[in-house]
């Protein structure tokens, strides 16, 4: 079964704190997402990658940058947290040769910034 | 940007009931999928139809699809409690694009 792992199940931080958010996915995955979960909003995409050292910008970048420096993990900085950025966090990956791949998710980081 | 909007947008229903849930989208799609996540938890797979295919199935799962209204629904047959979960359709255009997810239908299934 494929696994997608994630740093933290809750994180609290302070506002304007640097913080990572770690995702690692043990199937060789080419592609890897972050999203952000909020009640009312759904799942909007922060971030893609395709490949090692690749990024995309999602719907909603502002605020995020990311690292990817390995094939199976993929990491969400928040560089100043903000309280708005209190959310859930979810990091998914899929194989990445077509369309019709399943998005494998991992537990999702619950963040609180205060 | 949110392309798949599920219907209705909470949904409770007795145990054995039948649950209906409800999909529309906007552009077109190579193919949808439909996941489930359990309260606090991440995504998990359910079904995929692709863009040629009309119905699927998957054990108390059947999936419908129809293109010309771009819309789909999920059926869940014979309820349990354990079905309870927040269902979310998800759209994927033609090449390497990210999943487009909707809002989701929270499921309440009532022992």
């Known amino acids: 079964d494929v696994k997608v792992t994630q740093s933290s199940r809750y994180l609290v931080k302070r506002t304007g704190e640097k913080v990572f958010l770690e995702c690692v996915q043990d199937?060789?995955?080419?592609?890897m997402f972050w999203y952000r979960q909020d009640p009312g909003l759904g799942l909007r995409l922060i971030y893609f990658?395709?490949?090692?050292?690749?990024?995309e910008k999602g719907d909603i970048p502002e605020g995020y940058s990311v690292s990817r420096e390995k094939k199976e993990r993929f990491s969400l900085i928040l560089e100043s947290a903000s309280t708005n950025q209190t959310s859930m966090y979810l990091c998914?990956?899929?194989?990445?040769?077509?369309?019709?791949?399943?998005?494998?998710f991992g537990p999702g980081t619950r963040l609180t910034v205060l | 940007s949110q392309q798949g909007e599920e219907d209705p947008q909470a949904l409770s229903i007795q145990e054995g009931e039948n649950a209906t849930m409800n999909c529309s989208y906007k552009?077109?799609?190579?193919?949808l999928q439909w996941y489930r996540q359990n309260s606090g938890r991440g995504l998990v797979h359910l079904i995929l139809?692709?863009?040629?295919?009309r119905e699927k199935h998957s054990g108390r799962l059947r999936v419908t699809l129809d293109t010309s209204k771009k819309s789909s629904s999920l059926l869940i047959t014979a309820s349990r409690a354990a079905d309870t979960a927040s269902y979310f359709c998800?759209?994927?255009?033609?090449?390497?694009?990210?999943?487009?997810f909707g809002k989701g239908t929270r499921l309440s299934v009532i022992a």
């Open positions: 998914a990956s899929r194989l990445g040769e077509g369309s019709t791949d399943t998005q494998y």
């Open positions: 998800a759209t994927d255009a033609e090449g390497n694009t990210p999943l487009v």
């Open positions: 139809i692709r863009s040629n295919e």
């Open positions: 990658s395709y490949d090692v050292k690749m990024k």
């Open positions: 199937m060789d995955h080419e592609n």
């Open positions: 552009t077109s799609i190579n193919n």
